[in-house]
């Protein structure tokens, strides 16, 4: 099938960030949806917000461990993160056809604290009982004045540490349909943040194609109505042939029988004249 997003491995460039973010490098083709200021209301049991640093990077050049890629054919992921509670979202516009299409969304959720070096704690159980809420992350198809979403997926979903492929089915109706995707945190960590890689856009009910006719195929149908005009032609002289003979056999049976009636008659006539 076909990946109908633009950019969706983040490998196709980027771009300057924009204020208030003051560092990062953005994916072309991707624009913010949504981001929490720190003005903004903080969740229950959250704290105040931050914004995050959202930069495309690459493998080996800006980290050397390959499992946080997910699409290994290009070395480029999107990360989002900071220190502090964050929440943000991406989104895609597309002129599409109608359909049923699936968005799907690998993330991989990075939060962490570090005791020691190289020694890092990740929530858990263990940590608090709601330490489910570090990490909530989410994917939506919407068009036509309704959408398909995941919903916040907390880390009991999409495990810490690890990808996930969030996924979306959507009934399309045609015309501009925009996909999203995003994250949030609301806790601060030493690195409160998630990986993005190799998502797609793929329309899961295309029509086989109907096959062009060949120029050959067009000959012999044309040729095979010329021979059916030929056909009627024939079948019409014959039909008409055959009530000619028609007609013409009923002439020679009624001259047979008026004829057979003229011989009974002189027959009866000499009868009589022998009689005399």
Known sequence: MTNLLRNPSFANGVRPVQPPFISGAWPIDWEIDWYYKPEDPILSTGSRWSLPEMIVIEFIKQFPEDEHRFDKSDPFILKCFWNGAVGFGWKQTLDLPPGRYVFDVPVKPDQWHE??????????????????????????????????ETG???ATAVPI?????????????????????????????????????????????VPVPTPMPSPELDELKAELAQLRLRIDALTGALNARRENALAVLDVLRYSARK????LDAAHDEAQKLGGL
């Open 115 to 148: 005791i020691s070096e190289g020694n890092l704690v990740r929530p858990s159980p263990q940590t608090s009982d709601d330490w489910y809420l570090s990490s909530e992350v989410y994917a939506k198809i919407a068009s036509g004045g309704h959408f398909s």
């Open 152 to 154: 916040w997926m907390y």
């Open 161 to 205: 540490g690890e990808y996930t492929v969030l996924t979306v089915e959507h009934d399309h109706p045609g015309g501009l349909m925009t996909v999203s995707f995003g994250a949030r945190g609301r806790w601060p960590f030493r690195n409160n943040g998630w990986f993005f890689d190799g998502l797609s856009l793929e329309r899961v009910d």
């Open 259 to 262: 004829m057979a009636d003229d």
